[in-house]
């Protein structure tokens, strides 16, 4: 979804529709908001893996595994 492609079903002459400007502010949202809440998250996963036990981070590090083999057989 492009901004262009959104303003583009608007008449030229009319005041843009409560759906583009809902979808406009989605995309903004999405492109620059969505890394940052990523990172953070992270962040905090991270955090809470200090208390972890040995047996704990290989649980976490097996299913990381798994995450990452499960996408690559769907790619």
Do not use: C, N
Request: proline share 3%; aromatic share 10%; hydrophobic share 45%.
């Amino acid at each position: 979804m492009t901004v262009s492609g959104l303003i583009g079903t608007e008449y030229i002459w009319q005041h843009p529709s409560i759906q583009v400007f809902y979808d406009l502010v989605s995309l903004f949202v999405d492109k620059f908001f969505h890394p940052i809440i990523i990172q953070l998250m992270a962040l905090d996963v991270d955090e809470k893996m200090d208390d972890f036990t040995e047996k704990e981070l290989v649980l976490i590090e097996t299913l990381a595994k798994g995450i990452k083999k499960s996408r690559e057989m769907k790619g």
